[in-house]
């Protein structure tokens, strides 16, 4: 497995442990790339209309993932 692989391996096992508190509160929560330091996800379900959905990415999500792996820069959400 290359170190890539080896680095999205990670970030789907801390998004997988992240799930269960986004899917308490009606979202859902799902990787979509890794590519340059930046983790892209997408954001649905409640939490697609939730006026915190900027703080649940960003002092939530991103500051999890960037504390547990050294390689993510940046968390980003892509809208659908």
């Not at 930046?38 to 209309?49: D, Q, S």
Request: hydrophobic letters at 40%; a negative charge; charged letters at 35%.
């Amino acid at each position: 497995m290359n170190e890539k692989n080896e680095i999205i391996e990670k970030i789907k096992e801390q998004i997988e442990m992240i799930k269960p508190f986004i899917i308490n509160e009606g979202g859902i929560l799902e990787f979509e790339k890794f590519e340059d330091g930046i983790v892209y996800i997408t954001l649905g379900g409640a939490c697609a209309n939730c006026s915190m959905i900027d703080y649940t990415l960003k002092e939530g999500i991103e500051q999890i993932i960037t504390s547990e792996i050294e390689e993510v820069k940046e968390v980003r959400r892509i809208e659908n």
